[in-house]
């Protein structure tokens, strides 16, 4: 089935209900969330591990401040290193160079390193309706969600929400694997499948983690080897990144790189760290004969002028914030229809796929900030995400989106005005008390007809006091008050505590 | 000179008022002299997350007028105070003058219990309950303004309480707003969590922080299990469970 944004409502009513899935996803981003924190340890105290972020956050700072230079100054250097560098500004243009690539260099056979922007731009299914190429996702997790043809769940654990027999059914419909439930059987066959296609491959694709501009070169980080293999084998090597996965140094790269593993699988470091500088030379054994980088922009450079927006461009897709979000860990993956769920995609969908299609992104969210308290990147999340909220409600016709109904806005002028208006509130209340009160029985009501109707799903709510806090002061708290701190016990507690108001500003 | 004025937010003001009344009452009873502007009404939070932020600069700026000649402010909503010291600015984005005059009100407005802990050095209120106590980490006192250490240390202080661990005691308890009204069902399932982590805990009563998360926790707790209790700090610090 083919996932949209737009369908995030009613995706997330069904995912929600798989109650087995909802425990275990929780379940997992508890021991990730341990691991990370485990390895951010690394670091030090929690004043360090901050220091750690900042200094991330400050790397992608240079990087978006100085992003057309370094581009420039990457390609200058990855081209003297052999390396052709070729760029697209959507999907449709960036599927289409690799097309031209597969025929250039008559590719029948394809294996893939995990990679999040071809996922984006949606490469897979359009080689293959078009070019009729065969096509092997060669991490694991991507390789069995590529099978069963649906999204990736969490972008470094893919096929995280599929139990041991759902994925052995999986592969032995689509690879004919004999079933079995033993993790280590299913991972030996996939491997020997694998191996099989890793030798017979023309042409390796995958992303980028990080490219330095100082050199010219490539990082990629893995735990399963398929990216060494992917990118050392195959006759031609096609690396795709999104125009911010660059920065200016190795230092800066591989402070980058530390915070991306440690968020990510709680690791060091992974297990294996390639660093490309381009193709084969005369005097080597491995690696391939033509390399090309296809840096894709995608509707970056549009967020890219806006000074507030640019900051969705942050990211260095670690997936921490995926693990730390509570909507993610009740809905998962699918609602959000894309590539990149949960908060990383919340606040960059919008700014590529439109405000409209995303709306749901945007608004379901409780603003808890657990996202951003953990971010090495330093995205600003909530800030990104309120933005979104106001530019839906004006209509910002950059983003696609169309202004909310007059009828909307009034409603909601009405009752913000009501609010800040002391006379108006007061009569609002008495209003809503009386129209609340008497549906109460024990002190609660338990359903309310109309907007607020959605409360009343799971929860009660108190009937309203028959006398606001405004009221209660004015008629009698104010004395108590005075009373209680004139009492000779309150002086004594005053005096013994010496309270000096220092205004400490934080 | 022990001068407090009461920042009280509106869902404390038209629905938890015991939550008013108990922070009025602790606080007097340690010596504070209360003001409470009787013009105050909304700091305009409602009105930024829903992203209508010209009516919330309306709002702010009629905050701002009201109490910024006042020595210190004091609130029992973690995410109202957090929208006058992180919002406010933000919002006055393009004016630096009314951006400076909210720098200025939000470095003197604080939390219950950064206040009573950070500004008047009180780590105990006398205060005594028996039983057992778990709190719940709201997200704005905890992330939004970084405030962790204060409420568990009064907390710990109570005479005859004992604070107990509780498992995700930092994840957000699926109010939100709006959130819990256009999502339900995601709401549901979050706070449902955070309710069974609650009862898992062992203890008592949860203690909460913020008038968002008692409103959700105890209507939750009031159809599911009605015989459990949520309260809000300043109710337990006020002996007034
Ligand atoms: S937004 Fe931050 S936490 Fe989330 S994936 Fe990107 S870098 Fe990681």
Known sequence: MKLRPEDFQSVAREEVAKTAQRDFVIMVAGVFNYLCDTAMGAYGDKEEQDKARALGAQIRENTLHNLPQLLEEFEKNATSNGIQVLWAADAEEACQLVKGLVEKHQVKTITKGKSMISEEIGLNHFLEQETGVKIYEGDLGEFIVQQRGTLPFHIVGPAINLTVQEIASILQEHIDMPYTETAAEIVSYVRTFLRDKFERADMGITGVNQAIASTGSLILVENEGNIRWVTSAPRVHVALMSIEKVCASFADAFHLLGLLTRNCTGQAITSYVSILNGPRRDDEEDGPEAMYVVIVDNGRSAAYQDPHLKEALRCIRCGRCGIQCPIYGRVGAYPYGWCYPGPMGNVIAPLIMGLDRTRDLYEACTLCGGCQSVCPGGTPHLDLISRYRHMKVTGDERFGGTRVSLKERAAFELMNRGMQNPALYKSGLKIARSYINRRSQDGYISSLPGPMSGWFTCRDFPQLPEKSFRERWQEDLQREAAQLAGSAAAQQEAAAHNYHLKHRPR | ?241
């Open chain 2, 1 to 241: 000179m022990n001068k407090v004025s009461l920042f009280i937010p509106c869902a404390v003001d038209a629905v938890l008022v015991s939550v008013g009344e108990a922070t009025v009452r602790l606080l007097a009873r340690l010596g504070f002299d209360l003001i409470y502007h009787e013009e105050q009404t909304c700091c305009g939070q409602p009105a930024i997350t829903a992203g209508y932020l010209d009516l919330a600069r309306e709002a702010a700026r009629r905050f701002i007028e009201i109490f910024e000649e006042d020595e210190v402010v004091v609130s029992p909503s973690g995410s109202c105070v957090s929208t006058i010291r992180n919002e406010y600015p933000r919002l006055f984005a393009d004016e630096p003058e009314w951006q400076q005059r909210a720098r200025q009100l939000g470095q003197k407005v604080y939390e219950l219990s950064q206040f009573l802990v950070d500004v008047a050095g009180i780590e105990d209120v006398n205060a005594r309950f028996e039983g057992k106590l778990a709190y719940h980490k709201s997200c704005h006192v905890l992330r939004a303004l970084g405030i962790d250490r204060q409420p568990q240390m009064l907390l710990q202080n109570v005479k005859g309480a004992e604070l107990v661990p509780m498992n995700l005691a930092h994840e957000c308890c699926g109010f939100g707003g709006q959130f819990s009204v256009k999502y339900p069902y995601i709401s549901e399932a979050i706070v449902g969590d955070k309710v069974k982590n609650f009862l898992a805990s062992g203890a008592d009563v949860l203690v909460v922080s913020d008038p968002g998360c008692l409103l959700n926790i105890s209507g939750y707790l009031h159809r599911h299990h009605p015989e459990r209790k949520v309260r809000h700090l300043a109710e337990v610090l006020a002996g007034t469970i």
